[in-house]
């Protein structure tokens, strides 16, 4: 659910594009000037704040303008790697940062689209480009004469007279050569970059392997009366999803990214519940075009291999290394010392579970009409007569949370109607916080006719930043949710940040409002929260801007954020009801406050499942054999005791996107780790008095603005007084 994929696979693709291309003609000139006036992205943009002209963008201009970006990226270091000056910060560390703006003009665009709003042209210049990006890379990181300057700065960093955030600038630019193999022998780099080329290949093939999978993975349904359960405006959804894909008069029940599905919760027919579950399971191990087991398979192995020559155990420990945790044991160890207290909370819940269907399902499907009637039908009716599945879990969980808090899903939803939300909730909290304001604005292109783009205006009346938001699902746009740049924060140049949030919140049917889940409440705080981190940035240098920062810390802002969905005085002044725009009474309210840890048993196990398999996937050894995917799975999950039946992983490995596209590759841990800091730090608002601007400010000045620019755990430190207390997380999460 909560992502920053896209910030990954961006970063990702601006340090790792390629300059492996063909030999010019002899008439490179002409060809270049022809290239120039026909392609608007080698252009800047004459938009507001160099937002992007996507009213003139042809889906065939994005290869060639990355190209001709990676040419002229490759020009401008050789002219730093060449120069016969001495090595100084500013013609060599500083040169760097300011070079190759047109490749990431181009670059910024292209994979947000390939991310939301794909299609067969994107995706044939995604796969054509890959390794040369890996190669490009690899043609600046492994040039021996400009780690030579690079280095030549870093050894005399302390002589020079560097700032703080000059001097940490250059720790990391030598950071990143040496861990991107700068100090290999010839033969280990020629070997690299090969493995490399073939691993972002990889990747990207997953990812447009997945999305397909995703796609023909909707269930179809013929017969209206099977969706009993959905609500009106879900089953309107249903029908337009199906119509989408050419079976106008059915219903399709769309996957999304995560193993439960939202329609889990309420569909009542157990025979579609136990089918769509299975389609989830299932999607990307069908045996077909869209298997990717054998990509990983290849990817596991990749990438032990890299990790082998950079001389790291394991790809974990290469990860890890210039993370907050360091090792994948410190990682490893917070995820299993929280498995017996999750895994206990959710057998306790699946007792519950198992109770209500025991004592009579018929009567639970009789919607009852006051708190008594609802305890009544839970504690009568007759033998349920099956044994809970995963595919009864959210279900039977929802009559639990209906019996127990008088709260169910249908009661919540009409109260959390989208531009509510993100209105009087989101932008409302930020508006308390930190003092600014979102105003939404007409008149710039967008990409897709759903997007909206609003001004971002702080408390000076300036011009903070300029924000886009893709809030619904489409069958081209990948699963989960996250933030990136257009235009990243630049003290250099003075560009203002460009920020976008994209979510997958089913589109109503037309005329229809747009009705949130709690989870969808929580992930647009969330989103914003990276957003914030983003639009606060205030470093000089691009490099260590807004959420360029490491894994484990990168989600601490966004996780902090959720906390405000929840916060008595935001939620009365966005928890209104769509069509009488009543306040949701606070009976209701506190009903909602009150249920915030229900279920956590479920949610804690799911997410360590897949944390953990992430972490055993990535500390194989180079020489380890192949694997099988799934008897690897089911022996990694029984090791660390979270092989609960009724429990799958949040993902599972032949669809977790997260590792093997978005950049999260032994990181997944990172949510965890950051969520220690958030809790925490939100207890820090809670002792010093809550919401409001005066705290807010000092979150802003102390976390959200520094970007990378200064060591973080010290930047945490000095916010909170002391270092991280996990006792927080525990409480919030009902496990202590």
Known sequence: MRIVLLAAAVMLALSACTGQQDPLSTTASQKEVAVSSANPLLQASTLPFGAPEFDKFKDTDYQPAIEEGMKRHLAEIRTIADSDEAPTFANTIEALERSGELLTRASQVFYMLTSANTNDTLQAAETALAPKQAAHRDEIYLDPKLFERVEAVYEQRDALSLDPEQKRLVEEYFKQFVRAGARLSDADKAALRQLN????????????KLLAANTAGAVIVSDRERLAGLSEADIAA????????GKKGKWALSLQNTTQQPALTSLQDRELRIRLLEASLMRAERGDANDTRVGIQRLARLRAQQAELLGFPSYAAYRLDDQMAKTPEAAEKLLTDTVPAATAKARSELAKIQAVINQGRRSLLVPPRDAMARVQAVLSGEDGGFIATAADWNFYAEQVRKAEYDLDESQTRPYFELNRVLNDGVFFAANQLYGITLKERTDLPVYQAD????????DDDKQLALFYLDPFKRDNKQGGAWMGNFIEQNGLTGEIPVIYNVTNITRPADGQPA???????????HEFGHA??????????PSLAGTNVSRDFVEFPSQFNEHWAADPSVLAN?????????????????????ARTFNQGYATTEYLAAALLDMAWHRLPADAHMQDVNLFETETLERFHVDLEEVPPRYRTSYFSHIWKGGYAAGYYAYFWAEVLDHDAFRWFAENGGLTRENGQVFRDKILSIGNSRDLAVAFRE??????????LLEHRGLK
């Open 197 to 208: 080329q073939d691993e972002s290949t990889l990747s990207t093939e997953f990812g447009n």
């Open 719 to 728: 916010f909170r007084g002391r270092d991280p207390d996990v006792e927080p």
């Open 574 to 594: 966005y928890a209104k009801h769509y069509q009488t725009g009543k306040a949701m009474p606070q009976e209701l309210l506190d009903k909602v406050l009150k």
């Open 451 to 458: 997007v909206r783009v609003f001004d971002v205006i702080d």
């Open 532 to 541: 914030l981190h983003g639009m606060f940035s205030r470093t000089r240098y």
């Open 515 to 525: 009705l949130l889940t709690w989870d969808e409440v929580t992930t647009l705080f």
């Open 238 to 245: 249903a029908a337009e999803a199906a119509k989408s894909r």
